[in-house]
């Protein structure tokens, strides 16, 4: 069995750079760059928003729930929570980040 090699991230002297690394490498061959840090849904889940999706999207956030263990709307769920946080965290230091 091959031992996988673990891959450490470049660092990046711009967000452009960063991008373009992306677009040719895989998180996957980084895992050990990464960690995983649970979003929790803070309270009762009491309030039901509706949101549309084509049936290509949705067949692709099942698979990506599935492979995770989890349902399709828990993980809508936990990526909208982690979408606020990154988008109110500069917010919360002083600063206002513009949207885009």
Do not use: C, N
């Amino acid at each position: 069995m091959k031992r996988a090699v673990q891959r450490r991230l470049p660092r990046f002297l711009s967000v452009q750079e960063e991008a373009q690394f992306w677009q040719t490498h895989s998180p996957l061959d980084y895992r050990g760059a990464f960690r995983e840090e649970p979003a929790e849904p803070s309270g009762r889940l009491e309030t039901l928003l509706a949101v549309r999706f084509d049936r290509e999207t949705v067949a692709l956030l099942r698979k990506v729930a599935r492979a995770k263990g989890i349902g399709a709307t828990t993980l809508i769920r936990l990526w909208t929570i982690e979408r606020l946080t990154e988008a109110l965290a500069p917010a919360r230091r002083g600063t206002v980040r513009r949207a885009g």
